[in-house]
């Protein structure tokens, strides 16, 4: 025997079919086109940052580097990473002068200008988040942070901020360019 609760159900099944059998990824409730950011979130010292997650290939363990010689201390060396020698460079220390600190949570962010691997040494890796372009905001970062001319704008998600490390701005200064030590 049917109850009216057991009605009310099966109705409520088939507006939910029949709503998911009309939606097209991508849109929001209205139809209209959300634009979203996709980011992989990380740590480093105090700064919650996102990148672009089109711009990290994968999220690596710090693994045993070679140092080359005459390069700049935050450039920790030449590493294998299945047969390709990328640059490891302890991010941390380029921007603020101070080495990091490793620890079982640090990694490796495998990117790289133009098919040049790069692994930036980063504190700890969060995971991926997409973020609504409407919720971006300009960054919010002390005057003295050297992460300023890297930082544009910044992403609210729910009670979280993330600032948005442009990568293409960095392989782009020229003092990350040069790790040739002076």
């Avoid at 099944?13 to 990824?25: A, H």
């Avoid at 990290?56 to 294998?80: F, M, R």
């Avoid at 930036?120 to 003295?144: K, M, N, T, Y």
């Amino acid at each position: 025997m049917k109850t009216k609760n057991d009605r009310a159900a099966f109705r409520k099944l088939q507006e939910y079919q029949r709503r998911s059998e009309v939606f097209k990824p991508g849109t929001g409730a209205s139809g209209s086109h959300s634009q979203e950011w996709s980011g992989v979130t990380f740590r480093l010292g105090d700064a919650r940052l996102a990148c672009n997650i089109e711009k990290v290939q994968e999220i690596l363990p710090l693994p045993s580097a070679t140092p080359v010689p005459g390069a700049k201390p935050w450039i920790l060396g030449l590493a294998n990473v299945r047969g390709n020698l990328m640059t490891v460079i302890d991010l941390g220390w380029y921007l603020e002068g101070r080495q990091s600190q490793l620890t079982p949570r640090s990694r490796l962010l495998s990117t790289g200008p133009q098919k040049s691997p790069v692994g930036l040494l980063i504190d700890e890796v969060f995971g991926q988040r997409h973020f609504l372009s409407s919720d971006a905001d300009d960054a919010a970062l002390p005057e003295h942070s050297a992460l300023r001319p890297l930082v544009s704008r910044q992403h609210r998600l729910g009670t979280e901020s993330w600032q948005e490390l442009d990568l293409d701005q960095l392989f782009r200064t020229p003092e990350f360019l040069n790790g040739a030590a002076t």
